[in-house]
């Protein structure tokens, strides 16, 4: 397992932009598929986006596709969500998330997680 710490989150306008970075430990980053998921209040957590271990696959929740890009430093251990055009749906706690697994990552079983950061789009 690796070591999460989400940060970037904040209060911005509807339109506006944003830049989740996730800083993780372990000398096995490189190793690992990682991901973005939300939880908005009263709603179930679910899948934002996910990249492979070498960033050659990246995968995205159809309601943000074209508004947020997902990328990762392995020298750098992180991984970053940079999300354009928010909208006050895009509303929740963000969490960063970690497997060796991608098809575990993305279905929200995965081994790691963050504690999560605050994003709140307003209208």
């Known amino acids: 397992q690796v070591q999460l710490v989400e940060s970037g989150g904040g209060l911005v306008q509807a339109g506006g932009s944003l830049r989740l970075s996730c800083a993780a430990s372990?000398?096995?980053?490189?190793?690992?598929?990682m991901g973005w998921f939300r939880q908005a209040p009263g709603k179930e957590r679910e899948f934002v986006s996910a990249?492979?271990?070498?960033?050659?696959?990246?995968y995205y929740a159809d309601s943000v596709k074209g508004r947020f890009s997902i990328s990762r430093n392995n020298a750098k251990n992180t991984v970053d969500l940079q999300m354009n055009s928010l909208k006050p749906e895009d509303t929740a706690v963000y969490y960063c998330?970690?497997?060796?697994?991608?098809?575990?990552?993305?279905?929200?079983?995965?081994?790691?997680w963050g504690q999560g950061t605050q994003v709140t789009v307003s209208s």
């Open positions: 990249i492979g271990w070498n960033g050659d696959y990246t």
């Open positions: 998330a970690a497997d060796a697994a991608m098809q575990r990552l993305r279905s929200g079983t995965a081994a790691s």
């Open positions: 372990g000398r096995t980053f490189g190793r690992y598929a």
